[in-house]
Each structure stands twice: as C-alpha cells, then as structure tokens.
C-alpha cells in the first residue's frame, strides 16, 4: 500500500517475538527494505554532537533502548513525518520495554508467610508494585502511540475488534471513503457501510480465523451507485495471549488509476484501429532498440510480427543478410537517428531495399518522428513505384541511345548528301566552263 502501512505491519510481525534483542534486529531488517528514500542505522549508544544526521531516541520514561540514525533527502523528511517516525519508534521502545517486564522474575506481594519460596523483602515488593504500575502506563501509553501512528498515517487504515467495532481509523480512511461529519470510532462496520457485500463478509469471517486476504482490483459499488476501485488487504491482529483480537484493514482508493488505465486502453485500441487501417507499416520503438508495436500492414509488408523483431538488433540481420549492404544503411540510418535526436524534427524520407521473410525484396521508404521516449518508424512499400521509375528510366535511357544512334545516321546521310551536293555543283561548274570553252573555240573559226 504505503510506507507506514509496511511499518506497522513490520512493527505486528516483530511484536510476536519474546526476545528484546531479536525484536529489535528483525524491525530494522523490515525497515531497511520497505523504502529507499529513507534510509536508518540504528546504535547502541548516542552519536556525538554534531554529525549532522537526524538522530531519534528508542526510549520510555524509563529506559533507553538505542538510538535511530536517520538519512534521506532533506525533501522526504519534513516534520510531520519526523512525528511520525518517532511515534514508530517510541512504540517500538515500549514493545522493548513489556518484554523486559515480562522477563522479571515472579515477586509475591504482603509477607511471606510460609517461610519459604518468595522473600518477602519489603523493597523488592515495592520495585514489584513500581514495575507493575510502570508496565500499565507503557499499555496505556502504547494504545495512545498506536492511535497516533494510525490516525497520522498516510493510508486509510481501520482497526476492528473482534465484533467488527471501530477500535482505531486513519484520517485517511475518513477522508477516502467521506466519513468526515461521522464519528465512527465504536460503530458496527457494517452500519457505517451497508453496501458490503457477502463476499467481504466472508474475508472478514475468515480473517478473524487467522488468515490474511487481499485484493489488487475490486469494484466496491456505494449505496448512491457509485462504483469505487479498492485495492485493499486484511489481516488479523493479536491480543497478548496471542488470540486474534480482531483486524486490520488497509484499503486504497485506485479509481483514478482504474479510469486512466481504461481510457489508456481505450486509447490504445483506437490508436491500433487507426494503425492497422492504415496503408502504411507502423512500428513502435520504446527508445531506440526495443520493438513495442507493429502494425497489421506492417506484417503485410515484410512477414514479420513484433514476436520476430523483438529489437532493431535482430531486424537487421533479416532485412539485409548481405553484410556489406546492412552495414551501409545501418550506418546512414545511424546517422539520421542521430541528427533527429539532437535537433528534433523527422528523418527525410529515404528508400533501401529490404530482404523480406519470403525472400523476396521490396523497396521501402522510411519517415521516423520522435515522440519522448517513444520513436515512431513508416514503412511505405514503393516497390511497384521504383519498378516503374526504373522501367521509366530504362526505356529512357533505351529511348536516347536509339535517338542517338538515328542521330548518327542522319547527320552521316547529311554528310553524304553535303559531299554529293558539292560533287554535282562542282561537275555541274566543269560542264559549263567546258561549253563555254567550246563556244569560245566555235565563234574564233572563219
């Protein structure tokens, strides 16, 4: 439940044990490993001044037991809680204390008549009355700690007697469950709360049998309909004879976590509704390694669940078994990561080729966005869209080769045309200077 919830069941469990030095040994075991924020050393004699450490006797009016070197952040340790870790512990002091009263050796009181077993000596009669009277102010004075310790404690806290009686109640317990106006100390459970129901009834039967029940979840349904989530745990407490006494209940009210949790998973399951509807693979990193979530078209795609890529270490090797290959995107990818990481933002899309379970390859186009500790990588299958710009550009590339190539037999037509054109011009010039010659030759005869 809490922190003082586990001290005072570590104070019930070491109050079972006779031996003063056992006692005291087992509770700072308990308290050791209840909280780290708080942090205890107990001594046998008082530190000297000036240790600068929050030191908290184990005394009665009486005697002194030790002292409790206390440690923790100064934040954790304010005075309420120093009041109410020296309640704990001048409880435990006079827990200390009966057992050392209830080792005292048997002292008759009056003379002694007999003659023989009990002295009779006059000053040990009068230390006997002392101690007896001592030992009834430590009862009354532990009853009034108790009450201290419950009523001051951080979790709702209920002490029944064995006719389900309010013996004890936590302000927490009041607050909890609106009992504010009402003073229930002395009342019947079962009249301040109608609503139980017979299955708390029999927890309650059985826990004044001896045994201990606890619940994590439960819906606890008010008299007005209300519903309210309990985590609760009920256990026995025992007389100094040993016989149960009556219980303890520690409850919590978790409603507010129960509604986050279901608007969590009402969330979560649009958020999946949205995600597999999607045309796109979706996968979810806690971090940078580990694979939370991967969507249905995610599996379309590459033919892996999450329950195959538990990590990006063991995506790799699947997408790119050609090691030099894997190194090469692993690296740039690495570095878009990282450039993301630094200066926020989302990784440009970029396409690798991707090794899918079936053997097959497709391309895909990466996006990753960033979003706290969460890393969210889009997967968009552009297989058929590269096929066709690589066919595009092939039949480009085709297209200009054989445009070049007309290009080469036209200009070498043109160039055999240009040499015939200057051939004819220039036999068609021979022809004429030749007639003109002959002409000339023809007019010079008589």
Known sequence: MTFFHDVLLALADVAKTDDPDQMTRLFFERLHGIDNRFSFEFMDREPRAGSGSLVMPIATPSATYGYVVAGGASRDWNEETRDVFQAVFDLLAVLLENRRLAKLP???????????????????????????????????????????????????????????????????????????????????????????????????????????????????????????????????????????????????????????????????????????????????????????????????IFGYTMDDIPTVDVWWPLAYPDEALRTKVAKAWAQAVERVRVHGGEIEPVVYPVRCRNGETRHIEFRMTLAGDLNFVIFIDVTARTLMEMELRTLKDRLEKEVSEKTRELQARVDELERFHDATVEREFRIKELRDEIDRMKGGQP
């Open 106 to 300: 048997e002292t008759g009181i009056g003379p002694d008549l007999s003659g023989e077993g009990r002295t009779g000596d006059a000053q040990e009669t009068l230390q006997a009355v002392k101690d007896s009277r001592r030992y009834e102010d430590q009862l009354a004075h532990s009853r009034d700690l108790m009450r201290y310790v419950i009523e001051h404690s951080n979790s709702a806290v209920a002490v029944l007697d064995r006719n389900l009686r309010y013996v004890y109640v936590s302000q927490r317990y009041i607050d909890d469950y609106k009992l504010k106006d009402r003073h229930i100390v002395g009342r019947y459970h079962y009249d301040v709360f109608p609503e139980i129901t017979e299955t708390l009834k029999e927890v309650h039967r059985k826990t004044l049998q001896g045994q201990v029940s606890r619940g994590d979840r439960d819906a606890f349904v008010r008299t007005d309909g209300t519903v309210e989530w309990i985590r609760w745990e009920c256990r026995p407490w025992f007389e100094e004879d040993k016989t149960i006494g009556g219980i303890v209940l520690y409850t919590e009210n978790v409603s507010e976590r129960v509604e986050a949790e279901e608007r969590l998973r009402n969330s979560e399951a649009r958020f999946r509704l949205l995600a597999d509807s999607a045309p796109v693979g979706i996968l979810i990193l806690e971090g940078f390694k580990k694979v939370i979530y991967t969507s249905r078209r995610f599996t379309e």
